[in-house]
T-cell receptor, first 114, second 117 residues
Framework: AQSVTQLDSHVSVSEGTPVLLRCNYSSSYSPSLFWYVQHPNKGLQLLLKYTSEANLVKGINGFEAEFKKSETSFHLTKPSAHMSDAAEYFCVVRTSSNDYKLSFGAGTTVTVRA | GAVVSQHPSRVICKSGTSVKIECRSLDFQATTMFWYRQFPKQSLMLMATSNEGSKATYEQGVEKDKFLINHASLTLSTLTVTSAHPEDSSFYIC?????????????FGPGTRLTVL
């Protein structure tokens, strides 16, 4: 089964500085990978997804992620953090090519300092 | 993107009562929907897969008689928590699988906060 590991449970950055959220995956085939964001007491919003069309994926709100097969990584970055980026971020993998189930990482809490 | 709604957003009930949560895909049809449970400061745990016109598929450890799922139409799935107890208090989130133009994505509802007294 496919799975993801988020390497940081909490990331704190200053407003205007870069954000890096790390995610490693394990997969026996070319995976579908996603990053979702969850603001407090809200549902999940899709930031971006990787589906093997391009290794560098651009998402909403200035986020992007790079798929690196050799490192089995799918790290999320943003050049300049904004206060509104404070939220919980989940790296997610589709569990198999035969169904639509998703497996979630443990999540990374991002705080942004003024 | 596609929109998924949930109703109610919050519900408080007494122990022993049943609570129904609705999940709707507003601008697309979804043959497959999912129900998740999220405890405070934790990740989402998949409870079950809801299939339109057939029985739901439950994940290991999820009581199907306690968490009744009905997917009666292509835009509506319901989760009924039967004989709720305080330990059932949680944030319940649904999602719907959206497919168009060779791509597919799972869109999530805003969640329902259930508190059982």
């Amino acid at each position: 089964a496919q799975s993801v590991t988020q390497l940081d449970s909490h990331v704190s950055v200053s407003e205007g500085t870069p954000v890096l959220l790390r995610c490693n995956y394990s997969s026996s085939y070319s995976p579908s990978l996603f990053w979702y964001v969850q603001h407090p007491n809200k549902g999940l919003q899709l930031l971006l997804k990787y589906t093997s069309e391009a290794n560098l994926v651009k998402g909403i709100n200035g986020f992007e992620a790079e798929f690196k097969k050799s490192e089995t990584s799918f790290h999320l970055t943003k050049p300049s953090a904004h206060m509104s980026d404070a939220a919980e971020y989940f790296c997610v993998v589709r569990t198999s090519s035969n169904d639509y189930k998703l497996s979630f990482g443990a999540g990374t809490t991002v705080t942004v300092r003024a | 993107g596609a929109v998924v709604s949930q109703h109610p957003s919050r519900v408080i009930c007494k122990s022993g009562t049943s609570v129904k949560i609705e999940c709707r895909s507003l601008d697309f049809q979804a043959t497959t929907m999912f129900w998740y449970r999220q405890f405070p400061k934790q990740s989402l745990m998949l409870m079950a897969t809801s299939n339109e016109g057939s029985k739901a598929t439950y994940e290991q450890g999820v009581e199907k008689d306690k968490f009744l799922i009905n997917h009666a139409s292509l835009t509506l799935s319901t989760l009924t928590v039967t004989s709720a107890h305080p330990e059932d208090s949680s944030f319940y989130i649904c999602s719907a699988w959206y497919q168009r133009g060779g791509t597919d994505t799972q869109y999530f509802g805003p969640g329902t906060r259930l508190t059982v007294l």
